[in-house]
């Protein structure tokens, strides 16, 4: 619950509502205003009631799943249309709730808001817009009015979800079948038959090779393929003639002294017991575990292996550490002992709203500005790299002048007057990486598009600036078996290794069935033998996959095998040697958390209907429509 801790996201921190569509990715989504309803407008791809959807809605909440790193081109589709459903779900909420009457309160918004940002307020005392704003801001990286739409918006699908969810229960067969579900367990004797472990036993002939080669030719065609010389003005060489004097670093340290200031900060970790959603009494019981826990931690426990068995929090597998922390990023009771508590020590029981925290102190660092000396290497390193993408840019225009004005200048020639590098590159097919001209967007289409012996002008990489010049061009032809002998092998042999994986699999099952010792066919088969942990219909076996695949093994009686079981290329083999069924004294102890859990999948099963179902409706009445060719344009390259 580090990020819970941490408060960046709207969607962790508002826990009471239903998390759906996009942010089930952690994306936090906001109307931004329209000012047109023609659907047809190139700026719009979806229009709800009155409301519309524009190109730059979509493109503006993409933009910010890529502040933490690109999406692939690949799942752009994916996420475009995710964030496209979400928008549009929240319009049609806002269009139902006008056609139902329901409606967000003043009170209740401000209520949510206390809960949300509670240091905002001193009691029922509002401290102040210039401090509410910083808050916001520093917790949810978002302006106030950013932040009070998206309140609003929660409190909106609350209400919905109420009214979709409110009748719904979980009958006692249902809990009692979950929680068959989740107790009955099995423990599996199994071999897991992998074709790249079979390859060596595959052998291949050249006729084998041809004729494979001949039913499949279709499939084998050498792309165009380029020669092309290159002559690189690499950063290096530009860092190299950028030099960074002492005045330089005074002047940059003394104009940037605010960024050298360090707070107050802990290093600290924690063990978590989750709290939320619970009864008293089931917190009480909580509180319990937590403080035998915190009687170990201080009584000699190790605290990191303590948190690595008890804590409920992602940062359990680091031993609890959450690294350094400064004030204002936690929530105040966690802030509030982590920065009390002396280094090394360990704190009593911390209750938060999110449960409750065992604290350990590794470190604290008072608040102070870093020395010249001590920063001193990250200025010049900064400085040199920005005087060597100024010189960079200057010599670049000097490079494209020098190729205008010259035309078809040798690539070599110009390479000796601007002092760069040069190269050659050959049959460089498309999308091949270049590693030696580093990356960037414009690279391969200079590759491509260039007609033989023109110089393009600089490309700006992340190594410096690049000239290209296409030296020969091989046009795409279908492949003869010369040209890709090595990747028809590698296809042969692997579907051979398929078949060999699906013959000893069943071969393995079809002589065990019959009474042969499982574990004594499958040696003979080259293959070994496994035994799995205990697992539920709910778990998983290494190197295998979900238990969900070997449903029937929870139906067959002990030393039973079952069917050879292909899980995509690989294949299973596996015998029961062990059931454990259900402890029907455990049942009782369980069956309010199971409870619990059957009727939220029930009414998550049932959101996401009405979901569908009011999207299907507003579709039919006329009132949702989509321009399928902006849609289109949203998934092109250049969002990505």
Do not use: C
């Not at 808050?135 to 950013?146: G, H, K, N, S």
């Not at 209400?159 to 009955?184: C, H, L």
């Amino acid at each position: 619950m580090w990020d819970a801790l941490r408060e960046k996201k709207l969607g962790v921190r508002i826990m009471l509502g239903v998390v759906v569509g996009i942010l089930g990715i952690g994306m936090l989504l906001y109307l931004v205003p329209q000012g047109t309803t023609d659907l047809n407008s190139a700026e719009n791809v979806a229009q709800v009631g009155d409301q519309t959807i524009s190109v730059l809605d979509v493109q503006d909440q993409l933009s910010k799943i890529t502040r933490n790193g690109q999406i692939p081109p690949a799942l752009l589709p994916l996420y475009t249309q995710q964030v496209l459903d979400n928008l549009i779900f929240e319009k049609s909420l806002v269009l139902e709730s006008e056609r139902l009457g329901l409606r967000v309160t003043d009170e209740e918004h401000a209520d949510l808001l206390k809960k949300l940002v509670p240091a905002a307020f001193t009691g029922d005392s509002f401290i102040g817009m210039d401090r509410y704003s910083a808050e916001v801001q520093t917790r949810f990286q978002m302006t106030v009015p950013e932040f009070e739409a998206e309140v609003k918006k929660e409190l909106l699908q609350q209400k919905f979800q109420q009214i979709v969810t409110d009748g719904i229960t979980a009958s006692d067969d249902e809990v009692r079948e979950e929680f068959r579900r989740e107790n009955e367990k099995i423990k599996l004797d199994y071999v897991s038959i992998k074709p790249e472990d079979l390859l060596s036993k595959v052998e291949v002939s050249d006729s084998d090779l041809a004729a494979f080669f001949d039913k499949n030719k279709a499939q084998y065609v050498v792309p165009e393929r380029r020669s092309v010389g290159y002559a690189v003005l690499s950063l290096a060489q530009l860092r190299q003639r950028s030099p960074v004097t002492e005045d330089d670093e005074k002047i940059f340290y003394q104009g940037h002294i605010d960024k050298y200031k360090l707070e107050d900060r802990a290093h600290v970790a924690h063990i978590l017991f989750k709290t939320v959603g619970m009864t008293d009494a089931q917190a009480a019981e909580v509180r319990k575990k937590a403080e035998d826990v915190l009687n170990k931690a201080k009584h000699g426990g190790k605290f990191a292996d303590l948190a690595k068995q008890y804590s409920e929090d992602t940062s359990k597998d680091k031993g609890g550490d959450l690294g350094w922390i400064v004030r204002g990023q936690t929530v105040p009771e966690f802030e509030a002992a982590a920065f009390s508590l002396p280094k090394g020590s360990i704190s009593d029981l911390v209750k938060t709203q999110y449960g409750f925290h065992i604290i350990q102190v590794l470190d604290r660092e008072t608040a102070r500005t870093q020395t010249l000396d001590e920063v001193k290497a990250a200025i010049i390193n900064q400085l040199q790299q920005e005087k060597a993408e100024q010189l960079g840019e200057s010599i670049s225009a000097q490079i494209a002048d020098e190729i205008r004005r010259s035309g078809r200048i040798p690539i070599e020639e110009l390479a000796k007057k601007f002092n760069m590098t040069t190269g050659e590159a050959k049959l460089v097919e498309a999308n091949q990486p270049l590693p030696e001209l580093g990356n960037a967007p414009g690279l391969m289409d200079g590759i491509f598009h260039q007609r033989v012996g023109d110089l393009g002008a600089p490309i700006h990489t992340d190594i410096g600036y690049v000239v290209l010049s296409v030296k020969e061009i091989q046009p795409s032809h279908p492949a003869t078996l010369a040209e890709v002998r090595d990747r028809v092998s590698s296809d042969l042999r692997h579907g051979k290794a398929v078949e060999l994986a699906k013959v000893r699999a069943e071969e393995l099952a079809k002589r065990a069935k019959a009474g042969e010792n499982f574990a004594a066919v499958a040696k003979a088969l080259g293959l070994t033998v496994k035994t799995s942990e205990p697992i539920a219909r709910t778990g998983s076996i290494p190197d295998v996959g979900s238990a969900k695949q070997f449903a029937a093994a929870f139906i067959l009686p002990v030393g039973q095998t079952g069917d050879a079981l292909a899980l995509g290329s690989n294949w299973a083999v596996y015998r029961v040697a062990q059931h454990d069924p259900v402890n029907q004294d455990d049942f009782a102890k369980q069956k309010t958390k199971i409870e619990e859990q059957v009727l939220q999948q029930k009414r998550q099963t049932a959101y996401n209907l009405f979901r569908t179902a009011l999207k299907t409706r507003l579709i039919q009445q006329g009132q949702l429509r989509l321009n399928a060719e902006n849609l289109k344009r949203l998934t092109t390259p250049a969002l990505s």
